[in-house]
């Protein structure tokens, strides 16, 4: 699959933190609307600061859903799953990434976010 294709849609910079790994067209009964899902796996880079003689990857953590602006009249969501990692010497110690791009208290991008402020519709309403 080619996903240079995806630069275009995805919130800016997202495709240099993350590598697509899926992506499906899925239709719900219920609403009888089509809906986009792209999904995300963090790339293995080390969140500056840290050290890859102290950290090794362990893994992800558990799949985050965001809504992200409507494509050709289809809902777009993000399935997005952070990387963790884990000082080599002090299992209890974990570090991860810390994005931006995502409005905070809201499961919606920025950009989305504050294109709701801007109509005067609270976005809040829109996260679940």
């Keep these: 699959m080619d996903i240079s294709i995806f630069s275009s849609f995805l919130p ?6 993350f590598d697509v790994v899926d992506f499906k067209e899925l ?5 009888n609307k089509d809906c986009l899902y792209i999904y995300l796996d963090e790339k293995n880079i ?20 965001i809504q992200e602006f409507p494509i050709r009249g289809k809902a777009v969501y993000l399935g997005i799953r952070r990387r963790r ?4 010497t002090d299992k209890s110690i974990e570090v991860k990434s ?7 208290g809201s499961k919606l991008t920025v950009e989305l ?3 709701l402020k801007d109509t ?3 976005p809040r309403r829109y996260d679940k």
Excluded: C
């Design 85 to 88: 990692w884990r000082n080599k």
């Design 27 to 31: 239709g719900d009964l219920q609403t």
């Design 120 to 122: 005067g519709r609270d």
């Design 98 to 104: 810390d994005y931006s791009f995502i409005a905070e």
């Design 113 to 115: 976010s504050d294109f």
């Design 46 to 65: 080390l969140p500056k600061g840290f050290n890859s003689i102290e950290f090794q990857s362990k893994g992800f953590y558990e799949r985050t859903i």
């Design 12 to 17: 800016e910079g997202l495709l240099s933190h």
